[in-house]
């Protein structure tokens, strides 16, 4: 009955990998988000989906490609992994973009 | 860009007192503010939040008051406890839609 859950809740490879974290949530929102916190708890958004389109995507490296295949779900893939990358990611939804947004567990990426 | 600050960035408390943290933001334009609370190792929670039309909400010993005009707002913890202990984020929403984190503020709540 978790409200955002996400996977894997570790993540260890080494750099130049490919890698996925999954969200979802089933909570009807109809957006979700994907922060990045980083080792001195910085919050800062990535990207975000309304109604499985994005309407968020900051400055972020292109190597960073989220999907959303459906409203529920909302998965980030990395491509070519580099040691920068390491940190906390949150996924996170609302209903509507000007509420209150309830955030997954985290997945902590670490790379070496 | 939006600015948001914090302040304190940490704060040390006995038990019983009371806690005030304050946020600071640029955009005159943001009308949600939210209180996020977060415990070593977990996710950030929503604990409290004001929209732009009201100038003060209460929830049990949480508080939040809001000054449109100076472009600030607090959170406002009162008779603290050692589990309030956790880093404590504002996060105003800014243009497009973003809630823009502050740095957050340590709260170690002593026995």
């Known amino acids: 009955d978790t409200a955002v859950s996400q996977t894997p809740k570790y993540l260890v490879t080494q750099m130049g990998n490919d890698k996925s974290i999954k969200c979802e949530q089933n909570?009807?929102?109809?957006?979700m988000y994907w922060y990045k916190q980083d080792s001195k708890k910085f919050l800062k958004i990535m990207f975000s989906?309304?109604?499985?389109?994005?309407?968020i995507n900051e400055t972020v490296p292109n190597r960073f490609s989220p999907k959303s295949p459906d409203k529920a779900h909302l998965n980030l893939h990395i491509n070519s992994l580099e040691l920068g990358d390491s940190a906390v990611y949150f996924c996170?939804?609302?209903?509507?973009?000007?509420?209150?947004?309830?955030f997954g567990p985290g997945t902590r990426l670490t790379v070496l | 860009g939006e600015n948001v600050e914090q302040h304190p960035s940490t704060l040390s408390v006995q038990e019983g007192d009371s806690a005030v943290i304050k946020c600071t933001y640029s955009?005159?334009?943001?009308?949600?503010f939210p209180w996020y609370k977060q415990e070593l190792g977990k996710r950030p929670q929503l604990i409290i939040d004001?929209?732009?039309?009201?100038g003060e909400k209460k929830d049990q010993r949480i508080a939040v008051t809001l000054n449109k005009t100076a472009k600030h707002f607090s959170l406002h913890i009162t008779e603290t406890q050692p589990e309030d202990s956790a880093v404590y984020f504002c996060?105003?929403?800014?243009?497009?839609?973003?809630?823009?984190f502050g740095a957050g503020t340590r709260l170690a709540v002593h026995p």
């Open positions: 996170a939804s609302s209903q509507g973009v000007d509420r209150g947004q309830f």
């Open positions: 989906y309304n109604n499985k389109e994005l309407i």
């Open positions: 955009d005159s334009a943001s009308n949600y």
């Open positions: 996060a105003p929403l800014g243009g497009y839609n973003k809630l823009i």
């Open positions: 909570l009807g929102h109809d957006t």
């Open positions: 004001i929209r732009s039309n009201v």
